[in-house]
């Protein structure tokens, strides 16, 4: 979320967690302060972490505190704004990257981002990682998980018997909730015929 009421780049803590990206320690933490002065409640920030982040092919590296921040997964303050001056038009919801800065640094063209639509965010922990690691950093990226790995000399072959009949498995079904979180994904369903003898999920339509 961009929001010109905060003072610098947030980022919830559930994210931080959940993808266990490296935090690093303050070495004074910082108190912040919502809109009517209080506290908030989580207390004192006392780490942030370091990220690659890319909206619409707009990459940059920045720091964000690590705080409770709603229902908002990372909230974009004036630091954020005054550094990449980006042009709003608040009416139609529409943020265009096509400041000096941003052409200098974080693109090779101005993309913009539409209200509604949900902007393709890709959050990585670059620049902290061991140089040992640093080959596999984009291995999770949606990019690398979309498409299979090429043929290699190595591969294990599946022989088929010709002229053989694989037998009839079992239909296994899935829980509401497997099958909900099978649905959230429809880039990895692929339709199939097979005669008989697979190993499968029933999944209801």
């Known amino acids: 979320m961009v929001d010109s009421g905060a003072t610098s780049v947030f980022i919830h803590e559930r994210i931080v967690q959940d993808f266990k990206i490296p935090t690093i320690k303050l070495d004074k933490p910082k108190k912040l302060r919502v809109i009517d002065g209080r506290e908030i409640d989580s207390g004192m920030v006392d780490k942030y972490v370091q990220l690659e982040v890319e909206i619409f092919g707009h990459l940059e590296i920045l720091s964000a505190y690590v705080v409770n921040t709603g229902h908002n997964d990372m909230v974009l303050g004036m630091s954020w704004l005054k550094c990449h001056d980006p042009t709003i038009v608040w009416k139609k919801g529409w943020v265009t990257f096509n400041s000096e800065y941003c052409r200098n640094n974080c693109l090779q063209h101005a ?95």
Do not use: N, W
């Open 111 to 205: 993309p913009q981002v539409l209200a509604g639509k949900t902007p393709d965010l890709e959050l990585k922990a670059a620049g902290i990682l061991p140089e040992l690691y640093k080959l596999f950093a984009d291995v999770f990226t949606e990019g690398e998980i979309m498409e299979l790995p090429p043929h290699r000399p190595f591969d294990i072959s599946i022989d088929l018997k010709p002229g053989a009949t694989p037998r009839h498995g079992p239909i296994y079904s899935v829980s509401v909730k497997e099958d909900e979180e099978l649905m959230s994904q429809p880039s990895f369903l692929r339709v199939f015929t097979f005669c008989s003898g697979y190993g499968g999920v029933g999944v209801g339509s």
